[in-house]
């Protein structure tokens, strides 16, 4: 299935290459809070299928993994893809801008297993 992540992903690593003229390596199966590596970058990838500006492309939501993450690496970049499924562009933010522009909330998630759930409809 293709969604916009792997669009996105997929934009990204062509215009990474035409920059670094080197493959980045996709490393999401690894799990460690981006989704690509290339030569001197880490970069989560953010797209969405909107032109930018728009209200809902103006925000972008980090994970805690993600946060942690940035934290941690100085080269730590958000590559932020509009109209991924048509022509895109990519923006990317480092992570001193990054860390400028964010505003810290809470997020909390509930999950329940599928017996919960079917208890619930009863």
Excluded: C
């Amino acid at each position: 299935m293709v969604t916009i992540e792997n669009k996105g992903i997929e934009f990204v690593k062509k215009w990474e290459k035409s920059r670094t003229r080197k493959e980045p390596q996709d490393v999401r199966g690894k799990r460690l809070g981006y989704d690509l590596e290339s030569r001197d970058r880490k970069i989560e990838v953010k797209a969405t299928k909107a032109n930018m500006p728009n209200k809902g492309g103006l925000h972008i939501t980090l994970l805690p993994r993600q946060f942690e993450v940035m934290n941690k690496n100085s080269d730590y970049w958000i590559y932020r893809v509009y109209d991924v499924q048509r022509k895109g562009k990519v923006i990317p933010i480092p992570r001193n801008i990054i860390q400028t522009h964010l505003h810290l909330y809470t997020v909390h998630k509930l999950v329940l297993k599928k017996e919960e759930w079917k208890q619930l409809e009863k």
